[in-house]
């Protein structure tokens, strides 16, 4: 089976640099066909770098990387310099990148690479909030046929929220851009909170990455370190949840995740849930699925998978 297309959508972030090397380092599976970049975890600004500074820490400076939307559609910016340190990437120290910002907007080349492509050839990959996919989707709305799944880390059911009580934090920066990408009817798959939560980075796991021994694996444990420091003191649990890594793992290998095709809809008005994911999990209304809601997942196989494909770089 050829690799398939994707482009990630993301606001890097440590877990997000793990989802993204991941993908680079399973070309069999997976061709990156760019990366754009969204303000999410950190602004726009310190994002596009962080995407162009993971992809030379994989010895991929040939990526294209994309400069994308600077804010929400409607709101003011969000941000989670508390969970990811001020440069998003705290932890190791890496350099700055050399390798170019492309000059065209990441909205734009999501819509080009669509029209391009052979219809239902690419899959888009969001790990961050949802404005650039909404955007595009609102500015060209031709593409929305074009895309062959939307494969997404956010929201949660079970889980709830873990930046407000009732919301995850990538659907609530821009919680009017998730309900255009959830009513959009492209195929959906979401990796929300009830999952990622079970990928826990435990201290056997993060030494299981420093024993690999390469630059990259490094790199990453030390991520880890820095930001379970929080997790870890919020939930009490015995590592830090490793998010959007789940995205791409999905798609190398489908087998370690299962779920519900349920409906899912997006608060935009509540002040007190403002951002929630209304999942119906247990199908108690009448409305239709549009989105396979992944509920667990097979965390050793998950992590066998992560730390085999990242010693590869």
Not at 48 to 68: H, S, T, W
Not at 103 to 127: A, K, N
Request: one cysteine or more; aromatic letters at 6%.
């Amino acid at each position: 089976m050829p690799a398939r297309d994707i482009i990630i959508d993301t606001d890097p972030g440590q877990d997000d640099a793990a989802a993204i090397l991941l993908a680079l380092a399973s070309p069999d599976e997976i061709n990156v066909l760019g990366i754009t970049a969204v303000a999410g975890n950190v602004p726009l600004p310190l994002t596009q770098k962080n995407a162009r500074i993971v992809c030379e820490l994989a010895g991929k400076p040939d990526v294209k990387v994309f400069a994308g939307c600077a804010s929400p559609m409607v709101r003011k910016l969000v941000t989670a310099e508390h969970v990811h340190g001020k440069t998003g990437l705290d932890g190791p120290t890496l350099p700055d990148p050399t390798m170019p910002l492309q000059s065209q907007h990441g909205v734009d080349f999501i819509i080009e690479t669509l029209r391009e492509r052979p219809s239902g050839s690419v899959t888009l990959c969001p790990l961050g909030p949802l404005t650039n996919i909404a955007s595009a989707l609102t500015a060209a709305p031709d593409i929305v046929e074009r895309v062959q799944e939307i494969v997404l880390m956010g929201g949660a059911y079970f889980e709830v929220g873990n930046i407000t009580p009732a919301a995850e934090f990538n659907i609530y920066v821009d919680p009017e851009a998730a309900d255009i990408v959830f009513k959009s009817g492209i195929k959906i798959t979401v990796m929300p909170l009830d999952v990622t939560h079970k990928a826990l980075v435990t201290p056997e796991r993060v030494n299981a990455l420093r024993a690999a021994n390469t630059n990259v694996c490094s790199a990453m444990a030390d991520m880890v370190d820095f930001f379970e420091r929080f997790d870890t003191d919020k939930y009490g649990s015995n590592g830090a949840p490793l998010h959007d890594p789940c995205v791409t793992a999905y798609l190398i290998k489908p087998e370690l995740f299962t779920g519900r095709f349920i409906n899912v809809e997006i608060e935009t008005a509540s002040e007190l849930t403002l951002g929630m994911t209304v999942a119906d999990w247990w199908r108690v209304t009448t409305r239709d699925p549009n989105a396979m809601f992944i509920g667990d997942i097979d965390a050793d196989g998950f992590f066998d998978l992560l730390i085999t494909r990242l010693a590869r770089l």
